[in-house]
């Protein structure tokens, strides 16, 4: 197992609203840095250890001091490896999560695929793997790349127990997710051409019930390919999202209602339910 240090000192809660709290009261410096403030290790699963999924790297907080944490579960898109988006691993792992970043059965998997190979992995991390006393099998999420992304959506609609989704440029030939009641986060990119926010991103959001709690970022100018390189936005919003969700941290509330702005969002929507 690799070790990565973080980049803040020893995290310790403020205050616990929620017992699932970990790690100092969220600042936008904080949430913007290439590093939370857990130091994070990692370690490859080979594919010929697991079923249902093909490998990949986890991700995880060396401290076990603060209790279980949750977990989740990060697929690439079409003709992609994990190594495509693999920045999103330690960088959401050092803010308090498990992660595992999953190579999927065959390059070419569709989003139905998708979806169960993360919940494939999800049941490794909680059953199998080496990390598994580290994580709260109640407070898991799923999300992904392009069709990844497509995937987490069929993830969290098959499974309702998930506490959150984050869909990044997410490709799908289904629209309606009417059905669907995992609290979902989508981003998208404004000049996306391979999944254009118009007939991919938008529509999953709209047919999203407002009772599942759900928000759409959109980044400025932004193509399909905007998570394969560091995306501080994308950064920050995905672990604000998962913090609240999947921690029921409300200390993140400020960052989702009303929510991000500036010159790097061209479009920010959400029920709002928060605050």
């Known amino acids: 197992m690799a070790l990565v240090a973080g980049t803040a000192v020893a995290a310790s809660p403020a205050r616990a609203d929620s017992p699932y709290e970990r790690g100092p009261d969220p600042t936008n410096s904080i949430l913007e840095a290439s590093r939370g403030p857990f130091a994070t290790g990692s370690q490859d699963v080979s594919s010929l250890s697991v079923s249902g999924f093909g490998g990949g790297t986890i991700?995880?907080?060396t401290d076990t001091s603060q209790g279980t944490f949750g977990a989740v579960a990060i697929s690439p898109g079409f003709t992609a490896r994990w190594s495509s988006i693999s920045w999103l691993g330690p960088r959401i792992a050092s803010h308090g999560f498990v992660v595992i970043g999953i190579e999927t059965l065959t390059l070419y998997d569709q989003p139905d695929s998708r979806g169960r190979q993360l919940l494939a992995a999800?049941?490794?991390l909680t059953s199998r793997s080496s990390v598994r006393t580290r994580?709260?099998?109640n407070r898991l999420a799923v999300a992904g790349h392009s069709m990844g992304g497509g995937g987490s959506l069929e993830a969290a609609r098959s499974r309702p127990a998930l506490q959150a989704a984050v869909p990044l440029a997410p490709w799908n030939g289904t629209k309606n997710w009417s059905t669907l009641r995992v609290p979902t986060t989508i981003i998208g990119g404004e000049s996306d051409?391979?999944?254009p926010v118009a007939s991919h991103s938008i529509p999953f959001y709209n047919s999203i019930p407002a009772s599942a709690e759900k928000s759409y970022v959109e980044l400025n100018n932004a193509s399909h390919f905007f998570p394969q390189t560091t995306?501080?936005?994308?950064?920050?919003?995905?672990?604000a999202w998962l913090k609240r969700f999947v921690d029921d941290d409300t200390r993140y509330d400020q960052f989702i209602c009303p929510g991000p702005s500036g010159s790097?969002?061209?479009?920010?929507?959400?029920?709002?339910p928060l605050g």
Not at 231 to 239: C, D, E, L, M
Not at 264 to 272: E, H, L, V
């Open 231 to 239: 995306n501080t936005p994308t950064g920050k919003h995905a672990v």
């Open 193 to 195: 051409t391979i999944a």
């Open 264 to 272: 790097a969002i061209s479009d920010y929507r959400n029920t709002c």
């Open 59 to 61: 991700y995880y907080p």
């Open 122 to 124: 999800l049941d490794y």
């Open 135 to 137: 994580i709260d099998p």
